[in-house]
């Protein structure tokens, strides 16, 4: 997926930074959660949470009374 699918890093439609390389930061912070004391398995774990909250930023609830899924491939 990338950043311009998600509701939560679409906002500022900006997505890259100059003189930013997005795969050295992410092996930075890999190294930086390693460093920090994080397993391999928690770092997967940080990352599957994040993955979910990314997604959840994509729901979208229609109706006044019950709430239903507008969107539920978001």
Do not use: C, W
């Amino acid at each position: 997926h990338e950043a311009k699918q998600f509701h939560f890093t679409n906002q500022s439609e900006v997505y890259d930074v100059k003189d930013v390389n997005p795969k050295l930061e992410y092996v930075a912070l890999k190294r930086a959660m390693t460093v920090g004391g994080l397993s391999v398995h928690e770092q997967h774990l940080v990352f599957t949470v994040l993955a979910a909250i990314l997604h959840l930023g994509n729901v979208k609830f229609e109706g006044d009374d019950e709430a239903k899924i507008k969107n539920a491939e978001g």
